[in-house]
């Protein structure tokens, strides 16, 4: 083990994940608790006890990654679509609490850098990451640097409107991509199946009470080879591999890494994933190959890539 300690944060929707990252590398440390998305007190309070339990004497540096807009600046979150948190200077708590430097990103921004560091995207200048958990983050590297913008606020692609007048999304638009291809799309349309089929094997595996589909339980019926899961999972694989074909039109990048929960499903839900790439994409049979990757780093990318950031601010 080298170089200094760094703490890093990926606060989800649901829970909120903090480790300690070593000068290698090297996960020392794992927290994880409860997020209390919708407690502006509680969820706060559950970073900062999150980053308490993985905090030693020789940490430098804390770096946090959340979903929504984030003043890089400033460190402040100052909107999530899956929060209740406006203009909330997190970094700024961090600070009073810890007496550390703390960095704030994008948790698919961080995401993206790390794995374009050591993961999937690593040797390639160019790379989307595209995080797929209870909604679509993005993160963009572009000759080796990342993509902020002029506002720090690039890389939100899963708030593109996909199906105007659809799904009520919570960034308050309607129809927007990750209303339908991300976690909440795999619960909304397991929840339709059983209404529709209530007894169907799905059904039977969520004791008949629509109330108990979550987009976990219909992955795992996917995996398990469920007809109706398998088919719900391979919808919201066309739909995410259409929507990558339109970022990579923009974008070129060399590698698309897909990270987060709803991509660890794997094969049911990548394979058509890239049948709908390479069906959308512009010019396919004369352009470059483009990778379609998994994370290497799973869900924990958010957290390295935040922890990497904090490191990489203080030297």
């Known amino acids: 083990m080298s170089g200094s300690l760094t703490v890093g944060v990926d606060v989800g929707g649901t829970k909120t994940a903090a480790i300690l990252l070593s000068g290698d590398g090297e996960i020392l440390e794992r927290s994880t608790l409860p997020t209390g998305a919708h407690d502006d007190a509680a969820s706060l309070a559950a970073v900062g006890d999150a980053v308490e339990n993985v905090m030693g004497d020789a940490v430098t540096a804390i770096g946090v990654g ?6 890089v ?48 995207a690593a040797g390639s200048e160019d790379s989307l ?5 209870t909604g679509i983050g993005g993160g963009i590297v572009t000759a080796g640097r990342l993509l902020r913008g ?19 999304c919570g960034c308050g638009n309607r ?35 629509p109330a108990k589909v979550t987009g976990e ?35 070129d990048p060399a590698v698309v890494v897909v990270g987060g929960g709803v991509a660890a499903i794997g094969d049911p839900i990548l394979d058509p994933l890239r049948e709908a790439y390479l069906e959308s994409v512009e010019g396919r049979r004369d352009r470059p190959d483009v990778s379609i990757v998994p994370a290497a780093l799973g869900v924990e990318a958010s957290a390295i890539g935040a922890a990497m950031i904090a490191r990489d ?3």
């Not at 002029?150 to 009520?168: D, L, N, Q, T």
């Not at 339908?180 to 007894?199: F, K």
Request: proline share 5%.
């Open 73 to 120: 600046r400033s460190g402040t979150i100052l909107f999530s679509p899956n929060f209740s948190w406006r203009r909330v200077p997190i970094a700024a708590r961090l600070t009073e609490r810890f007496g550390l430097p703390v960095t704030v990103d994008n948790d698919a921004t961080a995401g993206a850098w790390a794995e374009a560091r050591v993961g999937a």
């Open 150 to 168: 002029a506002h720090g606020f690039a890389g939100e692609i899963g708030h593109v409107i996909v199906e105007p007048g659809g799904p009520a």
């Open 66 to 71: 959340a979903a929504g807009l984030i003043d």
């Open 313 to 315: 601010a203080g030297s």
């Open 217 to 251: 339980l219909v992955a795992a019926a996917a995996r398990d080879g469920n007809p109706v899961a398998a088919r719900i999972v391979r919808t919201i694989g066309w739909r995410l591999g259409e929507g990558i074909a339109g970022l990579v039109n923009v974008l």
């Open 175 to 209: 129809g927007c991509w990750e209303q339908v291809a991300s976690g909440q799309a795999l619960e909304r349309e397991g929840i339709r199946a059983i209404a529709e089929a209530p007894g169907s094997a799905l059904a039977v595996l969520a004791g008949g009470d």
């Open 129 to 133: 990451f595209v995080g797929v958990g």
